[in-house]
């Protein structure tokens, strides 16, 4: 009886374990913004429910997002224009659908912009021209932003010296290195503190009036802000005039309602938690979750933001 009991305990002991050690694939890049935001989300995830997330780290967005789509990954996180992108077939995935991916929640306004080294001596767009400006292949991500703030201040690939580059962690080199003028950069991300201790002295380079509805045409929901009033941050002073749009977190349409629904509580309940791993999550909300646009959301997603009073969909 005893030996029976003692097996029917370790059998038992052995299914909890299972449960609570379901693990979650997360499509996520590496190095930059998009690695911290994928690290503090395993990490606040893993710790507040009985999920395990693991981030799977790609060169870029748009090699994980058909992933996420086919279901074999769960999550994913991206910028709101190339979700959008993504799952409507337009854009940087012109013609490439993603229908299967469904959003799951608003994470953080991703402010960014395009940082100098402060010797260079310039503080607006149009001091690119002649300038060495990082080209990346035809319809990538960061082709497209480099583009669209190169036209706000009527520039184009013309206009500058392009030097090709790969992905964002090479360009983050290159401006260290001093082979490239500027680059793109999330304000309080890692990399700007690591490119400011290798330059000596940062500075965003001012968007103006009107920039907006430029970038916004070439990446969805794209607004500007004064960083004025804001945590201090590599290269931002209360002058800076940056752009920003969400990031979200999606997820493939048949991950479960149980799954998802634990991802979401994690996060609702783990405010001070995200907080905690840097500036990136200063403007974090749990209500800000719920914040609406025209992608779809799943199901479950819909049904936890309805049940906290927060959903404000249709």
Do not use: C
Request: glycine share 12%; hydrophobic share 45%; charged share 15%.
């Amino acid at each position: 009886m005893l030996r029976t009991l003692a097996l029917a305990a370790a059998f038992a002991a052995a299914a909890v374990t299972g449960a609570q050690a379901q693990t979650v694939g997360l499509g996520t890049t590496k190095g930059g913004a998009t690695a911290q935001i994928s690290t503090a989300l395993a990490s606040v995830i893993s710790g507040g429910s009985d999920l395990m997330v693991r981030p799977q780290a790609l060169a870029n967005t748009s090699q994980y997002l058909p992933l996420v789509d086919s279901g074999r990954l769960d999550f994913g996180i991206a910028n709101y224009p190339q979700t959008s992108y993504a799952i409507n077939g337009t854009g940087m995935s012109e013609g490439q659908p993603n229908p299967n991916i469904q959003m799951v929640a608003t994470l953080v306004p991703f402010n960014a912009g395009l940082l100098v080294p402060s010797s260079l001596g310039i503080t607006d767009i149009a001091g690119l021209a002649g300038k060495r400006v990082p080209r990346f292949p035809a319809g990538s991500l960061g082709d497209t932003v480099i583009s669209a703030v190169l036209a706000t201040a009527g520039l184009t690939y013309d206009d500058v010296e392009s030097v090709p580059t790969a992905n964002f962690p090479a360009m983050f080199q290159g401006v260290k290195d001093g082979t490239t003028d500027v680059t793109i950069a999330a304000i309080g991300s890692k990399p700007t503190f690591d490119i400011e201790a290798a330059l000596g002295g940062v500075t965003f380079l001012n968007l103006k009036e009107g920039d907006g509805e430029v970038l916004d045409a070439a990446l969805p929901g794209t607004k500007l802000r004064y960083w004025k009033g804001r945590k201090a941050a590599p290269g931002a002073n209360d002058d800076t005039v940056v752009f920003y749009y969400p990031y979200t977190l999606f997820a493939n349409k048949d991950v479960s309602d149980e799954v998802v629904t634990k991802v979401l509580t994690a996060l609702y309940e783990g405010e001070a938690a995200l907080k905690a791993n840097g500036p990136l999550w200063a403007e974090f909300t749990p209500e800000g979750m719920a914040e609406v646009g025209s992608l779809p959301y799943h199901p479950a997603a819909i049904a936890y933001y309805e049940s906290k009073g927060i959903w404000a969909g249709e």
